[in-house]
């Protein structure tokens, strides 16, 4: 039974791997482009990165721009305020991008309804890297 819990544990590393470096380029992506967010992304890679590369997961940690988001989240779940205010940013361009173009009521209404929910996650967070009082 080792054996087999060895042998997948081998094969799904470069699984793990592959969905940490798509996960990272949809963030670095997220970066420039502001319709996707970064940091749910790098998170995610990180996450992969730990699973199936431990010097990339590593290297991840270790960078200037995506290291502190990474660290941060790990201690204390924290979402650092200028990525909250990013993150809404982008939220409500989407939206008004929908309305711009004409979607439908009811997708507004779905949009409108998980966007709050999320909004609702990020502002919940907390917002630097000390420990809740």
Known sequence: MTLIKSLLRMAGRPIWTVAGV?????????VVLPVLPTTPFVILGAFCFAKGSPQLAHALE??????????????????????????HGMMAAA?????????????????IFCMAGASAYILTRPSDGRPPE
Do not use: C, E, H
Request: hydrophobic letters at 60%; proline letters at 4%.
């Open 22 to 30: 798509v996960s990272v380029a949809i963030g670095a992506v997220g």
């Open 62 to 87: 270790q960078n200037r721009i995506f290291g502190p988001m990474i660290t941060d989240w790990r201690a204390y779940g924290a979402i650092a305020p200028r990525y909250k205010l990013i993150a």
């Open 95 to 111: 939206l008004l991008l929908s309305v711009f173009v004409g979607v439908s009521v009811k997708v507004l209404l779905i949009q």
